[in-house]
């Protein structure tokens, strides 16, 4: 999952999360039982493609680091937006563990990916002022 | 909260006068009041108490539970959360119970377990020494508080020494009146504790919640008042259960009285006062046998004495009479009246023969004989009327001294009176007097005394009769009145009883009415107490249940008596009512922890820490970052102890960069536990920092602004630590401590003069100081944190770091 040039993508953060609220309101045929950790996949990365295009404007340099750095960094770029950074850490913390297949840790539930999608829906209309606009 | 200042005396008082409550009523709730005042007064926590004085500084086990040599977790006393991890089985709980057990002298994870559980105790491999302590900073106590709990080998786990050191004298914790506020504000919870608090009998949450809310003496009041009304209910009842027995016993007596009393009370309506008369009646009403025997009783005879003077009297007036038989009284009164006659005649006639018989003349000589035999034959006449007039007098008298015949003589009564033999020794007796009165002075002679003597004789036959009769009537009246007397002494007691019962049935209808107003206000004013913890409880459990589907509405306290409970308005799925069944063990628990934050953090609480043992075991991810910002919030103003057996809860510390001290305890084999620093905030800024530093694909000035940002925050963060820990174990008030750490936070210059120096006065010493603790790098690690934010140094990050760790480990020495 490293982060890559977003303008190479042709997806959005927005599209991301719409295929995941699709997930979570309604079955979708071929993903199966493995649905939860898909939707955590599809949030987590438009979790990493929102702070990706966030960087683009601020500091081009910062998306190549790891989460860690940019979530350490985030809070000095967004003192105009404090609410940003519990957003992204929060989403964070839980995107982190569900999106990959440990051999004892469950899926997680409905609940629990209603509340990431919201904190990165929320995230990226904080952020969404400082991307770059694709002509 | 107006109504929270007000103490419950004076709201009941105020709301006695409001409600208009009837004076008989009013005056009973005020004596319930005053019954339980000087109990309630412990209950009443006062505000003048003051929040959370009373901080953890270290827990030492020896030989105890899990732990064998002497271990020690050391906290920061002061408001902050310390998350102590260790895997299941590494003494970290050893290390919980033990706090539990040194301040309360009991330990609720063992409380309901059986003799096999409270045997494993002590330490498998090192039972002896076994000793646990706590020391604690407190408000006003320059130096530590020491609580320590010891036993001898051998001895059970009840039977610990006790002592507490505080400023370096021996107290009791008896002294120390934390007994109390232990009980009601609880700052211990265990895992096992978690699913209780919810779970558990109703009854034991709500009389927590009651206490906590110092409503004691409502609860204290109502017990008054119902005790009186179950007395009063059953003085009122005590008439009606012993009637049947009084009945039976009216049924099985012959007396007439026994049937009007049976007639007084044997209706729905008691006619007590009849009943009274009854058992004080000598006799039955129309028991015309008891008048009898009563007139019977009432016959009087004169004396024997009395009689025999009135014989004599008779007798010697007879002999007077008989004395004078020659004179008769009329022939002397007529021939003196003659002579009279003629002795006046003679006065006009004198010297004139007589005109009765011519004879003889009636001259002076004559006359002067005449008025002589004149006075002669008057005093004769005079003396034959006395004599016959006392004769009369004594017939009169001796007629008169006994009185007729009895009626009741004639009458019959009953078997075991027979008044034959007196009536007719009266009739003889009468018959004697008349027999003796009725003979005309004798013309002759002298009364018979024979006649004398027989009447003497009748007199004391008839004396003899009638006294015999008498006391037989006497003893059949006594005989009478045994039998009635104890049923009598029965319904005077009863009808007092039943007096007593009319009284306490108005009571208990009284009390009743009492009752029903004290719960109703009692409803009232706890649920207006329980406002503020309910609406903590709400917000703990709405940052908690993390999109669970469980909605928690207000928190109520139910019922009375057995049926009195916590009420939790739990929505499920927006459906109301919904039971607590359907909630999981995790979001069970969580409720558990939303119930108990609130208590444990009262404003009212002396202590300012809270140790919770495993709250994350049974919970699922999400809630355990819900759960992390519950606790680091609490943490804010209280010092919290967490004890976790897994890494979730560090590392949703960690993710969500909430401050937290974590300790891991590790226990290797024969119980040797070790307590080492896992992270603290200051090194987490500085891990931080260095993660930062790395980082070359940024440009340097930015990672020269982050690391300054994060060293500037593990500085403050090593400051916070040292204040806290230097001013707390001063018994500087924690309020004071807190006031003067939020005024030196806006300035790095200020904190570390409060940390190094005591006082943000002497800021301007700091530069010179630093130096003098650790040369140049403390100082520049200093400068570069305080100004680096505005002004990058473009220097080497990774060396400002480390000086800054320098920097921060001499602060804290």
Same mark, same amino acid.
Request: charge should be positive; glycine fraction near 8%; charged fraction near 15%.
């Given at each position: 999952m490293s982060p890559s040039d977003p303008s190479a993508r042709s997806v959005t953060p927005e599209e991301l999360l719409a295929a995941a609220d699709q997930l979570l309101t309604s079955p979708v045929s071929g993903v199966g039982a493995q649905w939860p950790r898909a939707c955590a996949l599809l949030i987590r990365l438009a979790l990493e493609m929102t702070l990706d295009r966030f960087w683009v404007g601020?500091?081009?340099?910062?998306?190549?680091?790891g989460m860690r750095q940019q979530l350490l960094l985030l809070p000095l770029y967004t003192t105009d937006r404090p609410a940003a950074v519990g957003l992204a850490r929060e989403a964070w913390l839980g995107l982190a563990g569900a999106a990959h297949h440990h051999a004892y840790e469950l899926a997680p539930t409905a609940t629990e990916l209603r509340t990431w999608h919201r904190e990165v829906t929320k995230l990226v209309s904080l952020l969404a002022a400082d991307w770059p606009r694709r002509s | 909260m107006a109504e929270h200042e007000r103490s419950v005396a004076e709201i009941v008082t105020g709301k006695l006068s409001d409600d208009k409550v009837p004076e008989q009523v009013a005056s009973l709730v005020l004596d319930a009041m005053r019954a339980s005042a000087p109990e309630a007064g412990a209950g009443e926590g006062g505000p003048s108490r003051g929040p959370g004085r009373v901080y953890l500084k270290s827990v030492s086990v020896e030989g105890f539970r899990g732990i064998g040599p002497k271990a020690t977790l050391y906290l920061t006393p002061g408001p902050g959360l310390t998350v102590v991890t260790g895997r299941n089985g590494s003494g970290k709980s050893s290390f919980a119970e033990a706090a539990e057990l040194a301040l309360t002298g009991q330990n609720k994870r063992w409380e309901d377990k059986t003799a096999v559980w409270k045997e494993g105790w002590r330490n498998l491999h090192e039972p002896d020494p076994t000793a646990i302590a706590v020391q604690l900073t407190e408000d006003g106590e320059a130096g530590p508080t020491t609580v320590t709990r010891d036993w001898t080998a051998g001895a059970v786990l009840e039977s610990a020494n006790d002592s507490v050191w505080a400023g370096g004298t021996e107290r009791s914790l008896a002294d120390k009146g934390w007994a109390r506020p232990l009980e009601l504000y609880r700052p211990f919870l265990s895992y096992a504790e978690l699913g209780a608090? *919810?779970?558990?009998?109703p009854s034991n949450m709500h009389d927590a919640m009651q206490a906590i809310l110092g409503l004691d003496l409502l609860t204290d009041m109502e017990k008054s008042l119902t005790d009186e009304r179950k007395s009063a209910e059953a003085e009122a009842k005590a008439p009606k259960n012993e009637l049947p027995m009084l009945l039976a016993k009216l049924a099985a007596h012959p007396d007439e009285r026994a049937r009007a009393a049976e007639k007084a009370i044997g209706g729905r309506i008691w006619d007590l006062a009849a009943l009274d008369a009854l058992a004080l009646a000598e006799d039955a009403a129309g028991d015309g046998q008891a008048g009898l025997l009563r007139q019977v009783t009432a016959i009087t005879l004169p004396s024997a004495e009395s009689v025999s003077a009135a014989l004599e009297r008779l007798e010697a007036a007879r002999a007077a009479v008989a004395a004078l038989a020659g004179t008769k009284a009329a022939d002397a009164r007529r021939l003196a009246g003659l002579l009279t006659a003629a002795a006046e005649h003679q006065r006009s006639h004198a010297g004139e023969l007589c005109p009765v018989c011519g004879g003889r003349v009636l001259d002076e000589a004559w006359a002067v004989a005449a008025k002589d035999s004149i006075a002669d034959l008057t005093a004769q006449a005079a003396e034959a009327d006395a004599a016959s007039a006392e004769e009369m007098a004594a017939v009169r008298t001796l007629g008169q001294l006994v009185p007729a015949?009895? !009626? *009741?003589?004639?009458?019959?009564?009953?078997?075991?009176?027979?008044?034959v033999v007196a009536s007719a020794a009266w009739d003889l007796w009468a018959s004697a007097v008349a027999a003796m009165t009725s003979v005309a002075a004798p013309s002759a002679g002298t009364v018979p005394s024979s006649q004398a003597s027989e009447v003497m004789a009748a007199f004391e036959s008839l004396s003899e009769a009638v006294t015999a009769l008498r006391s037989s009537a006497e003893r059949e009246l006594l005989d009478r009145a045994a039998a009635w007397q104890p049923l009598g002494r029965d319904l005077a007691a009863w009808s007092e009883l039943a007096g007593k019962g009319d009284a306490a049935s108005v009571l208990a209808n009284d009390l009743k009415k009492a009752i029903d107003w004290l719960r109703a206000t009692s409803r009232e004013v706890r649920n207006a107490r329980l406002a503020p913890f309910a609406r903590t409880s709400a917000e703990v459990w709405e940052t908690l249940r993390q999109e669970s589907n469980v909605e928690l509405g207000p928190i109520t306290l139910a019922g009375a008596g057995p049926q009195r409970k916590v009420t939790l308005d739990v929505t499920v799925d927006g459906v109301p009512? !919904? !039971?607590?069944? *359907?909630?999981?063990q995790g979001e069970l628990h969580a409720l558990g922890l939303a119930l108990f934050l609130p208590r444990a953090t009262a404003a009212d609480s002396p202590f300012g820490f809270v140790v919770i043992d495993d709250p994350v075991q049974a919970m699922d991810p999400a809630k355990v970052d819900g759960l992390a910002r519950v606790l680091s919030s609490v943490a804010e103003t209280r010092q919290v102890v967490v004890f976790t057996h897994d890494d979730r809860l560090p590392a949703a510390l960690r993710q969500l960069q909430l401050p937290a001290t974590v300790l891991a305890v590790t226990r290797h084999e024969r119980s040797v536990v070790t307590v080492r620093p896992m992270s603290d905030p200051v090194k987490r800024y500085l891990d931080d920092a260095r993660a930062m530093a790395r980082t070359?694909?940024?440009p340097e000035g930015v990672r020269a602004v982050a690391v300054a940002g994060l060293c500037r925050g593990a500085i403050e963060a090593a400051c916070v630590d040292v204040v806290r820990s230097r001013d707390l174990g001063r018994g500087v008030a924690h309020a004071v401590v807190e006031q003067s750490l939020e005024r030196a936070s806006h300035s790095l210059q200020d904190m570390v003069a409060l940390a190094l120096l005591g006082a943000t006065s002497r800021a301007g010493d700091v530069p010179a100081e630093l130096r003098s603790l650790g040369g140049s790098a403390c100082a520049n690690a200093f400068w570069d944190a305080k100004t680096g934010v505005h002004d990058p140094r473009h220097g080497d990050l990774k060396r400002f770091i480390e000086d800054t760790e320098q920097l921060t480990k001499a602060l804290r020495k």
């Open positions: 601020v500091l081009p340099s910062a998306a190549k680091c | 608090l *919810v779970s558990g009998r015949k009895p !009626a *009741v003589l004639h009458a019959d009564l009953g078997p075991s009176l027979n008044p009512g !919904a !039971a607590l069944s *359907v909630m999981s070359e694909s940024l």
